[in-house]
């Protein structure tokens, strides 16, 4: 039979161990859960920065051009 999962062995420091078992008891779920839980809340967390990081970039874009609306800046990169 075909495992759908994979085994990654890691090293933690036992204060980290008795943290992550005291979470998976209070949330009701695995630790295998609450390890894939928490890495989908980095990848958000992650996401979410490297946005923020376009709308700077963005919004610096759009002072240097003096747009207004998002027609002027469509209108800019298309040149409609």
Same mark, same amino acid.
């Given at each position: 039979?075909?495992? @759908? ?5 890691? /090293? &933690?420091?036992?204060? #980290?161990?008795?943290?992550? =078992?005291? !979470? *998976?008891?209070? =949330?009701?779920?695995?630790? *295998?859960? !609450? ?5 989908? %809340? $980095? /990848?958000?967390?992650? +996401? ?5 990081? #376009?709308?700077?970039?963005? =919004?610096?874009?759009?002072?240097? $051009? @003096? +747009?207004?609306? %998002?027609? %002027? &800046? +469509? %209108? ?5």
């Amino acid at each position: 039979m075909n495992r @759908n999962t994979q085994v990654l062995s890691v /090293s &933690l420091p036992p204060e #980290v161990y008795k943290k992550i =078992e005291q !979470l *998976s008891r209070v =949330e009701r779920k695995t630790k *295998s859960q !609450l390890i894939r839980d928490m890495i989908d %809340e $980095y /990848s958000v967390s992650q +996401f979410k920065k490297e946005w923020a990081e #376009v709308r700077k970039i963005g =919004e610096k874009v759009r002072k240097k $051009y @003096n +747009f207004k609306t %998002e027609d %002027e &800046l +469509f %209108e800019y990169i298309h040149g409609d």
